[in-house]
T-cell receptor, first 110, second 113 residues
Framework: DSGVTQTPKHLITATGQRVTLRCSPR?????VYWYQQSLDQGLQFLIQ???????AKGNILERFSAQQFPDLHSELNLSSLELGDSALYFC?????????FGPGTRLTVL | AQSVAQPEDQVNVAEGNPLTVKCTYS??????LFWYVQYPNRGLQFLLK??????LVKGSYGFEAEFNKSQTSFHLKKPSALVSDSALYFC???????????FGAGTTVTVRA
């Protein structure tokens, strides 16, 4: 158990809908990262927050957004969902350089 | 921009034999290198890291990795593989310039009894 929690574990929704994925980092970690894992794209870095501020952006679509709250939990919002957004979404947190990953949220868009 | 190559999609070994999973990287700035393992329907588990210092790094579950700067490689090794080592292994690199973590495509390791 990494200490990073993610909810929900599974999410099934329809195209065009909007969903919110939630992540609680390990105690004391200020950095939160979001990743997307799909069969065709592999593991892709989406975005990083540090103590509430956006620090780095990766391959994140404009339809996706994230934020980190004062209690350091983070949410990833996915809107106007498409079939191709079906994937595993991971959150990770860190204090130093190594990142610790949550169990992921499996999103299925029908 | 940094990148990671894992040239083998699959590695198959017999239990008790040595296991090697290959990784090469490209990065500007000093590399921070990592290995993660993913079991089915689970998140990634951190195995080991290279930041600086000794080129041979020891990690969890008996795994080790050797940093080779001239060959830009960071191969993962285990002297004697177990069936329970069967999983998906990811190599990752983080640049000291922008701290973005880039992953390789992953190598599926199968250890047969």
């Amino acid at each position: 158990d990494s200490g990073v929690t993610q909810t929900p574990k599974h999410l099934i929704t329809a195209t065009g809908q909007r969903v919110t994925l939630r992540c609680s980092p390990r105690s004391g970690d200020l950095s939160v990262y979001w990743y997307q894992q799909s069969l065709d794209q592999g593991l892709q870095f989406l975005i990083q927050y540090y103590n509430g501020e956006e620090r780095a952006k990766g391959n994140i679509l404009e339809r996706f957004s994230a934020q980190q709250f004062p209690d350091l939990h983070s949410e990833l919002n996915l809107s106007s969902l498409e079939l191709g957004d079906s994937a595993l979404y991971f959150c990770a947190s860190s204090t130093t350089v190594e990142q610790f990953f949550g169990p992921g949220t499996r999103l299925t868009v029908l | 921009a940094q990148s990671v190559a894992q040239p083998e999609d699959q590695v198959n070994v017999a239990e008790g034999n040595p296991l090697t999973v290959k990784c090469t990287y490209s990065v500007s700035g000093n590399p921070y290198l990592f290995w993660y393992v993913q079991y089915p329907n689970r998140g990634l588990q951190f195995l080991l890291k290279y930041i600086t210092g000794d080129n041979l790094v020891k990690g969890s579950y008996g795994f080790e990795a050797e940093f080779n700067k001239s060959q830009t490689s960071f191969h993962l090794k285990k002297p004697s593989a177990l069936v329970s080592d069967s999983a998906l292994y990811f190599c990752a690199v983080l640049s000291s310039n922008d701290y973005k973590l880039s992953f390789g495509a992953g190598t599926t390791v199968t250890v047969r009894a």
